[in-house]
């Protein structure tokens, strides 16, 4: 198309920026980008973790630009990294926002503090990192790529994630936006949406004003956590995602055909979900009567 830039499709020789790099997704997405070519840059409020990674890296023969301890949640921390980063290496090739918190429960058990935390690491997080570095991107003129790590609570309405969702529902949509924006720019932009990924968040996230304990909820939990796949599955999903130009990364393959089948299907999936809801209410009950 003409005015459209040439997009970036290779992740060899790029600069390349990871959130959340200490853990999880975010290492073993640091790591197979490093084992492909790029030049990491990383970040992690985790600095033990995040040391550990670079380490990693640099024992594979990997290289790393640069490492900083900081909360994306703070603006002006993340804006201090990007301008030492400009700085010293000059604009970014992707950006790769990882990093997230999840916290789950009912409306009546929430606090202001869990729908603030989920906003401001899941959203307001991202958005600080794409503010700080995308607009290099832009005037470079090289083009590249934004990775936006959502969830599939961004794509479904899945029951007690209404404060998680508020983040990841609005990363998904600063994505579809732009998607388009930046596409005269050749920087394309890729939505992530795993589902249950095996990585110490599956296991400790917050479940507010629920007995984890209670014998139903942790039989809810158990099968949630079975059916979590490896992080190593996601990186290479994204990096795939980032070559082949796939907006929507899925890291499984229910995940696909469960947002398919609410698009295509509304009535079915609002029965099902209706019945998940249900289902979640009664140990809510079960786990009040037990405390």
């Known amino acids: 198309m003409r005015g459209l830039r040439r997009r970036r499709t290779e992740v060899r020789g790029a600069k ?3 959130t959340g790099a200490a853990s999880g997704i975010g290492r073993a997405t640091a790591l197979a980008a490093a084992g492909a070519g ?17 380490a990693l890296i640099r024992s594979a023969g990997g290289v790393v630009l640069a490492a900083r301890a900081l909360d994306i949640t703070d603006y002006d921390a993340v804006t201090a990294f990007a301008e030492e980063v400009h700085a010293a290496h000059g604009s970014l090739d992707i950006v790769m926002n990882v990093a997230g918190h999840s916290i789950w429960g009912t409306v009546e058990n929430l606090e202001h503090q869990h729908w603030r935390r989920m906003v401001e690491v899941n959203l307001m997080g991202p958005i600080h990192v ?42 998904r949509g600063v994505s579809e936006v732009l998607r388009f924006d930046l596409e ?108």
């Open 184 to 291: 005269p720019h050749g920087i394309s932009v890729h939505l992530v949406a795993p589902g249950a990924v095996n990585t110490p968040l599956v296991r400790s996230f917050e479940l507010v004003g629920i007995d984890k304990e209670e014998p139903r909820v942790a039989r809810l939990t158990t099968e949630f956590t079975k059916h979590a796949v490896p992080p190593e599955k996601v990186a290479r999903a994204i990096l795939t995602g980032i070559e082949r130009n796939r907006f929507l990364v899925y890291s499984s393959p229910d995940i696909r055909f469960g947002y398919w089948w609410a698009r295509k299907f509304a009535l079915p999936y609002e029965f099902v979900i209706r019945r998940m809801s249900a289902r979640f209410n009664r140990l809510l009950s079960a786990s009040r009567a037990r405390s």
């Open 16 to 18: 390349t920026l990871v």
């Open 130 to 171: 794409i503010e700080s570095f995308v607009p290099e991107m832009v005037r470079a003129g090289r083009g590249g790529a934004l990775v936006n790590v959502s969830s599939a609570a961004g794509l479904i309405a899945l029951p007690w994630h209404a404060a998680y969702s508020a983040g990841k529902y609005g990363i």
């Open 38 to 54: 790029a030049e990491l840059v990383l970040t992690d409020i985790n600095a033990a973790g995040l040391a550990e990674t670079g």
